[in-house]
C-alpha cells in the first residue's frame, strides 16, 4: 500500500550523521504536499518527528531536520544517539487518489 | 491535551465484521477543520492509512479498502467508529486512531497525536 518508498535500513555510528530519503511522484510529493516524518520506537505509537517539510514540533531535538525538493524528501540526524534506533516513516498527502500516504519505512540501526 | 484511544476485539473470525471505536479528548470533532483517520500497521510492516473523518462529516477511504470500510462520528461522546467488513487474516494488524493536526485554525495533512494502538488478529 506504500506509495512513498524509503530505503529499507540506515546504520551509522554514534556521533554520526544519517540521512533517510523518501521518494514520492508528482501527485504527492512534487504536486506540493507537505512531507512530515514520524519515529516509530519499538512497541510504541508513531510520534512525529518533522512536519510541513522541516519542522520541529516542541520537544524534538535539533539534531533532526528535514528537507524536501521535487519529488522526493529527506529526513538528516546528526550526533546518532543510541536511542535514536527506531523505525522511521515519511507522509504526504496524494491528490490523484485523494488519500493519506505513508512511506516503506526505514530501520535506523546505531552500530 | 489531547488524547485518543481505541477499542474493539482483539480477535475476530474470517469474514466477519470488525468494529473499532476511538474515544478522544481534547478536541471537539464539531470544531472547524478537526478530523480523525484511522492507520494500521501489520506485524513487523509499515504504516497503512485507512480512512478519515473531519467536522463537517467529509470523509475519505483507502480506494482499494473502500467497499469494505465505513467510518462514522458521534460528537456528543466524543467517539469516532471504524467498521471493515468480510475481515481475512491479512487484516490482522495493530489499528491506530489519530488526530488530523489543528491548532489555532491551522490545519496541515498530517496526524499530531495518536492512540496507543489495539492489536486485531483475524483467525478462525
Known amino acids: 500500500q506504500s506509495v512513498l518508498t524509503q530505503p529499507p535500513s540506515v546504520s551509522g555510528a554514534p556521533g554520526q550523521r544519517v540521512t533517510i530519503s523518501c521518494t514520492g511522484s508528482s501527485s504527492n510529493i512534487g504536486a506540493g504536499y507537505d512531507v512530515h516524518w514520524y519515529q516509530q520506537l519499538p512497541g510504541t505509537a508513531p510520534k512525529v518527528l518533522i512536519y510541513g517539510n522541516n519542522n520541529r514540533p516542541s520537544g524534538v531535538p535539533d539534531r533532526f531536520s528535514g528537507s524536501k525538493s521535487g519529488t522526493s524528501a529527506s529526513l538528516a540526524i546528526t550526533g546518532l544517539q543510541a536511542d535514536d534506533e527506531a523505525d522511521y516513516y515519511c507522509?504526504?498527502?496524494?491528490?490523484?487518489?485523494?488519500?493519506?500516504?505513508f512511506g516503506t519505512g526505514t530501520k535506523v540501526t546505531v552500530l | 491535551q489531547i488524547t485518543l484511544e481505541e477499542s474493539g476485539p482483539t480477535l475476530v473470525k474470517p469474514t466477519q465484521t470488525l468494529t473499532l471505536t476511538c474515544t478522544f479528548s481534547?478536541?471537539?470533532?464539531?470544531?472547524?477543520?478537526?478530523?480523525v483517520g484511522w492507520i494500521r500497521q501489520p506485524p513487523g510492516k509499515s504504516l497503512e492509512w485507512l480512512a478519515v473523518?473531519?467536522?463537517?462529516?467529509?470523509?475519505g477511504y483507502w480506494p482499494s479498502l473502500r467497499s469494505r470500510l465505513t467510518i462514522t462520528k458521534d460528537t456528543s461522546r466524543n467517539q469516532v467508529v471504524l467498521t471493515m467488513t468480510n475481515m481475512d487474516p491479512v487484516d490482522t494488524a495493530t489499528y491506530y486512531c489519530?488526530?488530523?493536526?489543528?491548532?489555532?485554525?491551522?490545519?496541515?495533512?498530517?496526524?499530531?497525536?495518536w492512540g496507543q494502538g489495539a492489536l486485531v488478529t483475524v483467525s478462525s
Open positions: 481534547g478536541f471537539s470533532l464539531t470544531t472547524s477543520g478537526e478530523g
Open positions: 489519530a488526530h488530523r493536526h489543528c491548532s489555532g485554525g491551522s490545519c496541515q495533512l498530517f496526524f499530531d497525536h
Open positions: 473523518i473531519y467536522w463537517a462529516d467529509d470523509k
Open positions: 507522509q504526504s498527502y496524494d491528490s490523484s487518489l485523494s488519500v493519506y500516504v
